[in-house]
């Protein structure tokens, strides 16, 4: 039985709050709008819910540290917008289970650009990794089967996964700017600069009950209520923790979403599937501790 560390409260909070992440492609699907609008809400709606958290609780701001890593946490705040826009976009064209898997794949990205930005040694087990990740991709894509229609959601899925995955880079410069802080930066900024290109491809908007229902939803809880959970989690779980919870993200996702949307996968989609995932989870045994966020 694999044993972790923390509390039975720091790990129920980390499962409650990958569980919520696993759930937004669903709603995502039933909304309606374009990816840009969804994306855009869902920043400045959960930067709303983090600042309001930070007035009630009275945490201090390290304005000093946020001002000295500004031009970071913009730049990942916008990789931050963009990601979510791509993400969703690969929901639409390719189905949630595939998309998913493909988001998933940043770990490995990570471990690659680790080895040109921090000059670290990439060893056996992350050339082993990368390649069982890419064999995995090319499954899911319906490349290698009668069905090629899902290689531009998996394309947007990758897109996705690589721009994560310069934010789990970029969030290792940020120093001693606050887990809150930063979130709330990022979040906002990546609100606002997905906003131009949802007015842009967004077209004629019809807002209904549901609609913007769903669009609190993913706003209040998919963000801001679970990335408060998440970071109240981290804060005494160990990393390899931490990233073992983490795949009940897309274990949710890819079972809920089959699910609720009949979607049967293929015989290439599973065994691809199951390739990402076991590259994706030795990629985090070999982090030996090093923290990466969602």
């Known amino acids: 039985m694999l044993k972790t560390d923390g509390n039975m409260k720091e790990k129920a909070l980390m499962i409650v709050s990958m569980v919520i992440f696993g759930t937004i492609g ?3 699907k039933y909304i309606g709008l374009s990816s840009g609008i969804i994306a855009s809400f869902r920043g400045v709606a959960g930067a709303a819910v983090i600042l309001l958290v930070m007035a009630v609780s009275r945490r201090r701001v390290n304005f000093k540290a946020v001002k000295r890593k500004l031009p970071v946490l913009l730049a990942s705040g916008v990789a931050i917008g963009m990601n979510w826009v791509l993400l969703f976009e690969a929901y639409r064209f390719t189905g949630i289970p595939v998309a998913t898997v493909c988001y998933y794949t940043a ?9 040109f930005v921090f000059k670290e040694r990439i060893g056996a087990r992350q050339i082993v990794c990368a390649f069982l990740s890419l064999v995995g991709v090319a499954l899911v894509s319906g ?4 069905d090629s229609s899902k290689l531009t959601g998996v394309l947007c899925g990758l897109g996705a996964a690589v721009l994560y995955a310069s934010v789990m880079i970029m969030n290792k410069f940020m120093g001693d700017v606050e887990a809150y802080e930063r979130t709330v930066i990022q979040l906002a900024s990546a609100g606002l600069v997905v906003l ?7 077209g004629a908007v019809t807002l209904s009950t549901k609609a913007v229902m769903l669009l609190a939803v993913v706003g209040v809880v998919h963000t801001g209520f679970a990335y408060l959970l998440y970071f109240s989690a981290l804060k005494r779980l160990k990393s390899r923790t931490a990233a073992i919870l983490s795949y009940i993200d897309p274990a949710s996702a890819i079972i809920l979403s089959s699910v609720v949307f009949a979607q ?7 065994i691809g599937v199951l390739l ?4 994706t989870v030795l990629s985090e045994f070999q982090k030996k501790g090093k923290d990466y966020e969602e």
Do not use: C, D
Request: hydrophobic fraction near 70%.
């Open 26 to 28: 669903i709603f995502v």
């Open 107 to 115: 770990p490995i990205i990570v471990v690659i650009a680790s080895t």
């Open 143 to 146: 490349v290698l089967g009668a």
């Open 196 to 202: 131009p290109y949802a007015v842009l491809t967004a």
């Open 264 to 270: 049967i996968p293929t015989v290439y989609e599973v």
């Open 276 to 279: 990402i995932m076991v590259a």
